[in-house]
């Protein structure tokens, strides 16, 4: 039995310790917010925050997570208040499928909690460890500049 805590409520889950967490994450939990893309740690697509920080949940065995506090994408912003970050992603459109986006809002606001004003380089360096095949980071790159200044670039 292991107790998680994850969107500020603790659950007691019956598991094997070497599940990976994405597994109890999506299947015991039913927050299926992180994606399976690779389960190699390769495309970013599980990614979660764990005591802020972005993770990988895809290779990481369940048991490595007790005691600490996860927060999935379910556990970010409500619909009538959303996340800035969540808010900018909206006014740049940012997704296009939407597959890899609960991964690349999660690592946008973990970058922006390790760095408030990041520049475009730390920007592509922390969003190109989630793969997007639709490409969008570009407008990911403006999405989070404008969560950081609250306009769109350019305007005054
Ligand atoms: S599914 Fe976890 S990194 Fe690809
Ligand atoms: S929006 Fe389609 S994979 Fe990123």
């Known amino acids: 039995?292991?107790?998680?805590?994850?969107?500020?409520?603790?659950?007691?889950?019956?598991?094997?310790?070497?599940?990976?967490?994405?597994w109890v994450l999506?299947?015991?939990?039913?927050?299926?917010?992180?994606?399976?893309?690779?389960?190699i740690g390769m495309c970013g697509n599980c990614t979660v925050l764990v005591d802020g920080r972005a993770v990988l949940s895809c290779n990481a065995p369940v048991a490595g997570f007790s005691g600490k506090k996860i927060i999935t994408i379910e556990g970010i912003g409500e619909p009538d208040a959303l996340?800035?970050?969540?808010?900018?992603?909206?006014?740049e459109n940012v997704p296009e499928c939407g597959y890899c986006q609960p991964g690349q809002i999660l690592?946008?606001?973990?970058?922006?909690?390790?760095?408030p004003d990041p520049d475009d380089r730390a920007i592509d360096e922390a969003?190109?460890?989630v793969l997007c095949r639709c490409g969008t980071y570009l407008r990911i790159r403006k999405a989070i500049k404008r969560?950081?200044?609250?306009?769109?670039?350019?305007?005054p």
């Open 83 to 91: 996340h800035p970050v969540q808010q900018a992603w909206l006014d």
């Open 1 to 22: 039995m292991i107790r998680l805590d994850v969107n500020h409520r603790q659950y007691d889950i019956d598991v094997d310790n070497a599940t990976p967490l994405l």
């Open 107 to 115: 690592t946008a606001i973990a970058l922006l909690h390790q760095q």
């Open 26 to 39: 999506r299947e015991q939990l039913g927050l299926t917010g992180a994606k399976y893309g690779c389960g």
């Open 147 to 155: 969560a950081v200044t609250g306009k769109a670039a350019g305007q």
């Open 127 to 129: 969003m190109s460890r």
